[in-house]
């Protein structure tokens, strides 16, 4: 009895294999829409429109390649069951019922189908044809989008017999990988254009002609006000990134933990010692008390002292240690709920402003890659002698133990150790990877001087 309905079910799926394919497809091509009114006013991704770094830039790529691959797979999926498959008649209304009778199912649901389908994709079209790249093959016809102009126009081929048969399959054409710029260059540059000429010189009549554009001085202070607001945005945010979470931190540790842990954990009645080792340090320092005193009064610094009177002053001393060590417990107990929040609003911080996180990396980006080659080799080789050197375990050590000891745990020596015997070697690692893929791509005589210098 329940065979038929699977069989529906899976029937109505199979034929639905065209439509649902051009949904995801034009899911995608919505978000690629998205990503380009936010960040590029709704011009397309590329260098040339939004002032961004080579960082920020690479994001970008990086997205709307994997946007125009989800849509390559589903156009492709959308013609080959399109062959089979009958897809919406425009003569034809959907019409579905739906309501709840003696355990039956209907759907009613009246629809112009065929045009949501047609305006899908249209939509998908406008989206692949301005990433659609021409190419000079004269056997070959691709779609461009000409300035000034919404709809893609033909490229010039071989004959006309060609031009039809490309033109018809053009609208459902998959686009290919969008070159990319290099060191930051408008994508239209002649810099960018094939030639028989050196790069050297095209690049140079091209500076020439922006230098003569009319238009340039006003570019050069849009661009100017555009990288000065990026600049105060990043650096904005990069101190909200350290002092809210500090300010977190405080808050609630005396408003909103240090009421509570005091309430649940009164000083009466709470233990003095988190752990062993805080026992130990309470003991040691008492003791170095009552050595201390006894031989000031051996050398003859202080006034004899009776030893009622030196064991009155010890058990003074302790009071005086239990209440600290009762405090430093209290609050280790508030530090750990606090950094909680504080380590919170931070994540909440970094996903709730992804814009500014962009233009931060961008930001970080241009002043490491800005610097000279030697300035750029001396901040490597500082970072990694300090994080990942000879002397950098005794450091890890230090930090360790103090992370510890904010948070009321025992210091494991055990634990300490394995962590400075793995972190730095997988930081190590970062560092030279970062250097082999991305430095030495971007700046090779940078790596060259590290070389140098670290030798």
Known sequence: MAIPP????????????????????????????????EYFGGDPISSRYGNYGQSSLNYFQDELKKYLAVINLRMAEFRASSVVLRVSDPRIMEIQVESRRDDSR???????????????????????ARYQSAQDSPSTVVMVKEPGTTQPQLASTKNREQTVASQEGAIAALPQSTQQEKNGQRADALSDRASVLPRSILRTVDRIRQDLDPQAEEEVVKNFRSSRGRTTIAIRFLLLLVILPLLAQLTAKNWIVGPVVDYFRPAEASDVFLNLEMEEEALHELQQYEERLRFEVLIGKVEPIREADIEERVVEKATEIEEQYRKRSSDAIKNVFADMLAVAAFIVLLTTQKREVSLLKGFLDEIVYGLSDSAKAFIIILFTDVFVGFHSPHGWEVLMEGLSRHLGFAANREFIFLFIATFPVILDTVFKYWIFRYLNRISPSAVATYKNMNE
């Open 6 to 37: 699977l069989i529906r079910k899976a029937q109505r799926w199979f034929f639905r294999t065209s439509e649902r394919a051009l949904d995801q497809a034009y899911e995608a091509a919505k978000m690629i829409e998205s990503i380009e009114n």
């Open 106 to 128: 209907y759907t009613l649901n009246v629809v112009d189908q065929p045009s949501i389908f047609f305006r899908k994709l249209q939509f998908v079209d406008e989206v692949l």
